[in-house]
């Protein structure tokens, strides 16, 4: 057996942030290296990268699952709501259309973008997509960007030999 067809331990593995603290980060509006640096920049446009430490953030394929999720989510919530209401009292036809549309409307809007970030805090600990890089060193005082060569051609080790 030759050792040179194993695949070098992942170093990046050693620095990432581990996921439900990753997760956390992200849901919270914040940077999933480090936790400092604002994750979005707009509601749901996330930053090219990170104000405080320089991660690069244009890589990740946070598309579907958010939105996916949070119907999910918000669907279970109002529709268990409505079953019990409805079931145990009698509640007028104007109030249902005004309460439980305007419960959906809300509950979505405010779900939508810290589950985006979750989900990106997601990629990032599991080193997916553009967080496939190793991640800027924290504490070394200078800020740097992400590094070239996300994809995997351009991967040392990996390229076309």
């Not at 480090?34 to 990268?49: A, D, M, N, S």
């Not at 890589?59 to 268990?80: E, K, T, W």
């Not at 019990?84 to 259309?97: K, T």
Request: charged share 15%.
């Amino acid at each position: 057996m030759d050792i040179e067809a194993f695949p070098p331990p992942d170093t990046a593995a050693a620095t990432r942030t581990r996921l439900v603290p990753a997760m956390a980060r992200g849901f919270l509006n914040r940077c999933s290296h480090c936790g400092e640096g604002k994750l979005f920049g707009r509601f749901l446009k996330v930053r090219p990268e990170c104000e405080a430490c320089g991660l690069s953030m244009e890589g990740h394929r946070a598309d579907d699952l958010p939105p996916y999720l949070v119907i999910f989510l918000v669907g279970h919530i109002v529709g268990y709501l409505v079953l019990q209401v409805e079931m145990g009292y009698d509640v007028p036809l104007w109030l249902s259309l005004t309460v439980w549309p305007l419960l959906t409307l809300v509950l979505a809007l405010g779900l939508l973008q810290p589950v985006k970030g979750a989900v990106i805090g997601l990629q990032y600990a599991f080193g997916m997509h553009g967080f496939g890089v190793a991640p800027p060193v924290l504490g070394a005082g200078e800020r740097r960007g992400g590094e070239a060569g996300t994809r995997t051609g351009d991967a040392p080790g990996l390229g076309n030999a």
